[in-house]
C-alpha cells in the first residue's frame, strides 16, 4: 500500500446540514449522521450529494470522494480506510469494473475490521445493482440500507422559491403555480427548468412572468 495521502476532494460551501431541507428525512439523516455503515439511493436531485458532503464537512477526519465525477480508471482507495468518516458518493457509477470493486471490498474490509463506518450513495438499493464482485455485493447489502425521499409538495414549493432567490430573481405565486400545473413536480426537473429560466432572464434583462416563462420552455 502506498504511504502517499489520499485526494482529498473539496466540498461545496453551500451543502451543510443546516442548509438540508429535511422533508421525511429526519430519520435517514440521524441514521446517516451515525457513523455505521449506510447505504442511501434516491432519484436525481432529490439531495443524495448535498446530505453526503454536509455529513463531511461537520467531521474533521473525514473524506468525500465522488463517483460521478472520478473516472474509473483513476480510482485509487488504497488510503482511505483510515478516515473516521468517510463516504463514496454515486458508487454505482463504478460497478461493473471488477478492478474498482475489488478495491471497494478491501477497503470495505479495512474498515470493518477497524470498526468505522462507511456511507455510500446510489440511485438504487444493493439489491437491485449488479456487481462482479459478489463479495462486494453481499457485504454492501448487509447495510443499512435507506431511500431519500423528495421533498412534499408543501416544502417543494418554498424550496423551489428559495432556489429562485438565491439567483437573484423573484418568482411570482402566479409563475410558481404556473410551472407545477404544467412542469411536473420532479425536483430534477424543477432545477433544470430554474437553470433554463434563470440564463435566459440574464441574457434578456426579463423577469420570470407567465409570459416569458412560455415563450422560454415553448409550452
Known sequence: MSDQLPLKFPLREEFTLDRFRVGLNRELIETAASNERVWIYGGARVGKTHLAQAICGQNEHSAFVPGKTTSPYDVDLGNYGGYRHLVIDDIDCWLGRRDVEEQLLALTETRLAAGLGFLMTGSGTPHQLSFS???????????????????????????????????????????????????????????????????????????????????????
Open 133 to 219: 464482485v459478489e463479495d462486494l455485493g453481499s457485504r454492501v447489502r448487509s447495510f443499512h440500507c435507506m431511500e431519500l425521499k423528495a421533498l412534499p409538495d408543501s416544502e417543494k414549493r418554498q424550496w423551489l422559491v428559495d432556489e429562485v432567490k438565491e439567483r437573484g430573481l423573484e418568482l411570482p405565486v402566479d409563475v410558481l403555480e404556473y410551472l407545477f400545473a404544467r412542469v411536473g413536480r420532479s425536483q430534477a426537473d424543477l432545477v433544470d427548468v430554474i437553470e433554463k429560466l434563470d440564463f435566459e432572464s440574464l441574457a434578456q434583462s426579463r423577469k420570470l412572468t407567465i409570459p416569458f416563462v412560455r415563450e422560454v420552455l415553448k409550452l
